[in-house]
């Protein structure tokens, strides 16, 4: 009974414009948990949009979408390259996530990829619009940009990205508190997803850092809240993931770089 009445919250969620479009067994798989936690659909229902919220609806505004494919019907291949990097920032600051780390991009991937070196592949967990920053990378040439999220509209948007500038289209959506990645890669991006992940699972972090199949792990963690505040975040998520770490695995790197704190862990 319990199963059915979740896929019927899910349903429900589903058809709200807000959720319309997010990964359906992501949202089956909170709606199963939250079931168990509440003894009527009202409240289930409030804490399954709680969780969506602070994972994809703090980040985006309603017309997010509509105004970044609009943008990106004038991004061709034929326009010069400084008006289709004025269009691509256009896009870049509709996102919480990517607005934030406009002012540092160059120097925040400078510094990755001077540890990290050149790669031929990347896996991009929770990517949002990270894709569309590909041309601030130092380094040029042929990537495969695996492009992870719980949207169908942002992995639509980074396809079509993709697509114009004549990459393969490998941008889709996962669940990661359920599946790990089955692509291995030169470099895993985890840009800010961590809280979010350790807010639903508890020890998936330090499952994810072990299993993923990558030489390199870029982890970042927000040093303020979307609202500006510090609120020790810095000092608490470094003792947090360095505790996770355990002496495990070393860290290559460290740095906070405007508003992130940037983790480079080598794995092999």
Do not use: W
């Not at 990829?113 to 040439?141: A, H, W």
């Not at 997803?193 to 020890?203: A, C, E, F, T, Y």
């Not at 792990?217 to 360095?242: C, D, N």
Request: charged share 25%; with cysteine.
């Amino acid at each position: 009974m319990s199963l059915y009445e979740a896929v019927n919250i899910c349903e429900e969620i589903l058809t709200s414009k807000k959720y319309a479009t997010l990964y359906k067994p992501m949202v089956l798989r909170i709606c199963e948990e939250e079931y168990k936690k509440y003894s009527n659909n009202k409240n289930r229902i409030k804490a399954v949009k709680n969780i969506l919220h602070a994972m994809y609806g703090a980040y985006i505004s309603a017309d997010t979408y509509k105004k970044a494919n609009k943008l990106m019907d004038s991004f061709t291949i034929e326009r010069q390259e400084t008006e289709r990097q004025e269009i691509l920032n256009q896009v870049l600051h509709l996102h919480a996530s990517t607005r934030e780390r406009m002012q540092y991009l160059s120097m925040f991937y400078d510094y990755i990829f001077d540890i990290v070196g050149e790669v031929k592949s990347i896996v991009d967990i929770g990517c949002g619009f990270n894709p569309l920053t590909l041309s601030y990378f130092p380094q040029k040439g042929d990537i495969k940009y695996h492009a992870l999220d719980i949207d169908e509209r942002i992995a639509e948007l980074n396809n079509r990205y993709f697509s114009t500038v004549g990459m393969p289209s490998l941008a889709r959506c996962v669940d990661i508190i359920a599946e790990i990645p089955n692509t291995s890669a030169d470099v895993t991006f985890l840009f800010k997803v961590l809280p979010l992940i350790d807010r639903q699972s508890k020890n998936r972090s330090a499952q994810l850092i072990r299993k993923i199949d990558t030489q390199y792990l870029v982890i970042t963690y927000p040093t303020k809240s979307l609202t500006g505040k510090e609120k020790g975040m810095k000092s608490f998520y470094a003792a947090a993931f360095e505790d996770v770490l355990g002496g495990s695995l070393s860290i290559a790197a460290k740095k906070q770089i405007g508003d992130e704190l940037v983790y480079v862990i080598n794995k092999r």
